[in-house]
């Protein structure tokens, strides 16, 4: 599995993880043993299951990194201790016929568990959120360090990348580009509607009919349920949200490690919107989002797009911040 990340991201992959090595960026990964956990290799691996045998498979891999797994809630504090970065990708996946928020009963508990430690051991790292909905554990994550008193809305991060990743590559098969030089920010949230692929911001700069746009837009839209319902009851996207999970972490340790110029975009508190958190193009820096950089110029089509998603994704919000509150 890891190969098939390895090989588009190898030289990346190595690098980063040489450089964080050399940095002293410590990186933990909560969930380390499931689908997902292939996605970076210099870290501490938590999970409740598993972690010696995927820390020993991983710490093979030819980087100067350590790698140390992790087991069951009494090893937890000790994983997360001096993190400067930590990525929760613990949870359970969709099976064919739900919609991420079907996940919201089990994942929003795990997600509570695992940052209120994140907050207790490792306060001043940045978050990475993978686990679904999205919509609702970036604000559980919010309304956990703000109940530790540890929250800085520029260091938690909802990871929506494997969007961009398929709005790039179908808005680059559709004009015969290469998708390894195309760019679609997408904005809003990351389920459904709530996804907004910003074609009319591509690079290179792409023209579509209007069925065309209406049609890759849904397909963009929809692809996380393709998967599931192709993997029929094994999960969803692993592969793919290895590849986007690694790019987005690479990204953000760069940028601890005071690389300048990155963006990428993110499911983040925002101004934006009337939504309170929005995902948006973001230049990333040491401490987490040194700019938000907005939403930008955007088509009628788009702006009808983002009309339509606010009321699902304050719904959403709602019922994270709620699910906090009502926790003893
Ligand atoms: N953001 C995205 O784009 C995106 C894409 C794909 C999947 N996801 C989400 O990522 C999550 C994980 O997906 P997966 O395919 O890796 O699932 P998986 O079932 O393969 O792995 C989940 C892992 O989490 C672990 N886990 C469960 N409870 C835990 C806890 N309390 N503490 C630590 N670890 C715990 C499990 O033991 C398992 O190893 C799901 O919620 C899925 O919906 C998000």
Known sequence: ????????????????????????????????????????????????????????????????????????????????????VVVIPAGVPRKPGMTRDDLFNTNASIVDTLTAACAQHCP????CAI?????????????????????????????????IV????????????????ANVPVIGGHAGKTIIPLISQC???????????????????????EVVKAKAGAGSATLSMAYAGARFVFSLVDAVNGKEGIVECS?????????????????????????NLGIGKISPFEEKMIAEAIPELKASIKKGEEFVKNMK
């Open 131 to 163: 686990s679904n909905p999205v919509n609702s554990t970036i604000p559980i994550a919010t309304e956990v360090f703000k109940k530790h008193g540890a929250y800085d809305s520029n260091k938690i991060f909802g990871v929506t990348t494997l969007d």
């Open 124 to 127: 001043e790292a940045v978050i």
């Open 267 to 291: 499911f983040v508190k925002s101004q934006d919107t009337d939504s309170d958190y929005f995902s948006t193009p973001l230049l990333l820096e040491k401490k987490g989002i040194e700019k």
């Open 166 to 181: 398929r709005a790039n590559t179908f808005t680059a098969e559709l004009k015969g580009l290469d998708p390894a030089r």
């Open 203 to 225: 690079t290179p700069k792409v023209d579509l009919p209007q069925d065309q746009l209406t049609a890759v837009t849904g397909q963009i839209q929809e692809a996380g349920t």
């Open 1 to 84: 599995m890891l190969s098939a990340l390895a090989r588009p991201a190898g030289a990346s992959l190595r690098r980063s993880v040489s450089t964080s090595a050399q940095n002293n960026a410590k990186v933990a990964v909560l969930g380390a043993s499931g689908g997902i956990r292939q996605i970076v290799s210099c870290l501490t691996l938590y999970d409740i299951a598993h972690t010696p045998r995927v820390a020993a498979d991983l710490s093979h891999i030819e980087t100067r990194a350590t790698v140390k797994g992790y087991l069951g809630p009494e090893q937890l504090p000790d994983c997360l201790k001096g993190c400067d």
